[in-house]
């Protein structure tokens, strides 16, 4: 049974809970963006935690109020080693503001999802604040915000180029990615006695130096610069050139340092860390979480991103799919850090346990669910390797992607007595379980593991991320042909008929992404109605930093190849783009009528809107042969929408 829990089991937030503890002076307090959850799923709660074990006094103040006299800045008084700043899980423009810019009504970090606890650039504005009242102290930033913004980078919502955020922010120092090995060695470096302001040379960190002559030097790195702030916002091609630096060296395992100057300032970012062991991954997961929020919230209401992954287990860290519109391996890295199956029957043991446990656990995943335990065969080769995909535009014939393992998992789960059923919730990526894509895994194994998703871990839906059906669009997303999902659908109906499942797949699907035009959405719309598809589950493509898709969005370049990519950037383009999403609905078919009329497209008209439905049909202008026969299969007809596209000028 779970211990009892008091006040004391959660980090202290308040001089009245410190004084519980019997505490006189506070090593390093955190601020953050969200409300304190103590689970370890919300980085603040596991930055804390780790502090603590190293037998540090750690407070939070979670979403400090910035609107009155900034008494939550000053109440806990100053720590001794450090203050910790996060804008909380999500970046805070993310999570304030949706793809047309609009404020969100609801914060899924707050109690009853409530607004305005959040102030956008919440870092900057925290760590602002912190330096005015406390000059002499440290302020270290983290967290996917300072991840995301540690270079020059475009903001969508200001829609301009901002320096580093230890320019903005004013902070000290800025650990990027997951923080768990450079705070534990700075940390140590403090703690016997070296001054803040001389750790400079710590993994996964970045600082900014006011003298060059300052740079220190380190014999195991090798140095690259990348263009200076001043010079990308001048020049967009060089902006975007330096994207391709950050990534590669984001990825890999004997990385550059990087140096990049702002104004009469240099901004050092050193390389990371190796990707974290079994045994580290493991400790962090282990320490003592109450996996609740805080009791402060207790009358406010429940926490919408809490209630959502309560009764989660999160298996591994990091994503070699490289996706171009993704942040997750800016963040957390391409190679997988994966927990040991020890370690997450603990967790799932821990769940089974808790009071309100209705023996239904909402995730067993990651990222992408599908990815535990993967890795090189040889490690030398990833050793050596700058790809920013491990299966894009192929998958690597050095990547094991068995799936036996995770099969293996999902059985030892389940076999918990208190466990009815554990759900997959996390993304599948189902382009690795099509042996036509997977040349190199065991199709049986591939099969195996889809039979045992789709029969015990769906709960009557299976959702799937194909993004788009244009070959060329997905190229540049780093996503396999739209061909691999129909190779997908025909196994996924097999085994679901063999099973008398009756289970839906749901694919989701985006707009407007970079190189995506009008005629590529309509013949999306074309070829996922033909499949029986009446999409729900779609978005439009938000641009936030550190991503391939954002810099082609500001820039018009790609980074690789530094040639010029068509992006949509109006309103316009990019809602009549997600329009065609929703073919079905009546008040957008007079709309896709004209705009395929004016495209010479009446060949998708023909799919979208047949002849039969006359109310739409009965004013087309001349005659158009319908070549599509109904009885045959969409992907394989002939004539298939005629998918060859007319010369883009």
């Known amino acids: 049974m779970q211990e009892e829990l008091r006040l004391s089991s959660w980090l202290p937030t308040t001089n009245k809970e410190v004084k519980i503890r019997g505490w006189e002076e506070l090593d390093v307090i955190l601020f953050s963006g969200d409300a304190y959850v103590d689970h370890p799923t919300f980085g603040p709660a596991v930055i804390g935690r780790l502090l603590e074990s190293f037998g540090l006094k750690v407070a939070i103040v979670p979403q400090p109020n910035v609107n009155d006299n900034l008494q939550d800045f000053v109440k806990l008084g100053k720590p001794r080693l450090f203050f910790g700043v996060t ?3 999500m970046d805070p423009m993310i999570s304030n503001y949706n793809a047309n810019k609009k404020r969100r009504d609801k914060d899924a970090y707050t109690p009853n999802g409530e607004i305005g606890f959040r102030p956008d650039y919440a870092s900057t504005v925290y760590s602002k604040i912190l330096k005015e009242k406390w000059p002499d102290t440290p302020v270290l930033i983290g967290g996917i915000e300072g991840s995301l913004r540690r270079v020059t980078h475009y903001d969508y919502w200001s829609d301009q180029l901002m320096p580093t955020i230890l320019e903005t922010s004013k902070a000290d120092m800025l650990v990027y990615g997951m923080g768990e090995q450079p705070l534990r060695e700075i940390v140590r470096l403090l703690e016997r006695g070296v001054p803040f302001n001389s750790i400079n040379t710590v993994n996964q960190t970045a600082i900014l130096i006011n003298d060059e002559n300052d740079i220190p030097k380190n014999k195991n790195w090798e140095d690259v610069e990348i263009a200076s702030h001043e010079t990308c916002l001048k020049d967009k091609k060089a902006y975007a ?7 590669q060296e984001s990825n890999k395992l004997a990385a550059r340092r990087i140096f990049q100057k702002v104004g009469n300032k240099m901004l050092m970012i050193n390389p990371p860390y190796p990707t974290m062991t079994e045994a580290e991954i493991d400790a962090s997961f282990d320490l003592p979480y109450t996996r609740l929020p805080h009791p402060k919230y207790n009358k406010r209401g429940p926490i919408p991103a809490y209630e959502m992954i309560k009764t989660s287990i999160n298996i591994h860290r990091g994503c070699f799919g490289g996706c171009s519109f993704c942040t997750i391996s800016a963040h957390q890295g391409k190679f997988i850090a994966s927990r040991s199956k020890e370690s997450i029957l603990r967790e799932v043991d821990k769940v089974a346990n808790m009071p309100d446990f ?25 050793d050596k390797c700058v790809a920013p995909s491990c299966i894009s535009p192929v998958i690597c014939s050095n990547l094991d992607t068995s799936h036996k393992p995770l099969t293996e998992l999902y059985q030892a789960v389940d076999s918990h007595p208190k466990v009815k059923k554990s759900f997959i919730g996390s993304g599948i990526r189902h382009d690795m379980l099509v042996p036509e894509f997977n040349k190199n895994a065991d199709p049986k194994e591939l099969d195996d593991y889809t039979e045992e998703v789709m029969t015990k871990h769906v709960s009557g839906r299976l959702k799937v991320a194909p993004e788009h059906t ?6 540049l997303m780093r996503k396999p042909s739209f061909s691999y999902f129909h190779k997908f659908k025909e196994r996924f109906d097999k085994i679901n008929i063999k099973n008398k499942l009756n289970l839906q797949l749901i694919p989701y699907f985006i707009s407007n992404h970079p190189a995506c035009e009008a005629e590529d959405m309509a013949n999306l719309a074309a070829e996922t109605k033909d499949m029986g598809f009446q999409l729900e589950q779609v978005q439009g493509f938000t641009p936030t930093p550190m991503t391939v898709a954002t810099v082609i969005y500001y820039s018009g370049y790609h980074p690789y190849t530094l040639k010029k990519v068509n992006t949509p950037k109006t309103r316009k383009e990019k809602d009549e783009q997600h329009r065609f999403f929703f073919w079905y609905k009546d008040e957008n078919k007079a709309w896709i009528k004209n705009t395929l009329n004016k495209l010479g497209r009446q060949d998708l008209l023909d799919v979208l809107l047949p002849k039969k439905d006359e109310k739409w049909r009965k004013n087309k202008p001349g005659k158009t042969k319908n070549t599509f026969n109904d009885a045959v299969p969409f992907n394989q007809r002939k004539n298939k929408v005629k998918y060859k596209k007319k010369k883009r000028k």
Do not use: R, T
């Open 87 to 89: 804008g909380g899980c």
């Open 241 to 247: 050139s330096n994207f391709k630096v950050i990534e």
């Open 358 to 382: 209705k023996g239904y656990l909402s995730d067993i995943g990651g990222p992408s669910a599908n990815m535990y335990q993967m890795k090189g065969k040889v490690q030398a080769i990833c």
């Open 470 to 475: 244009s070959d060329p669009v997905l190229k």
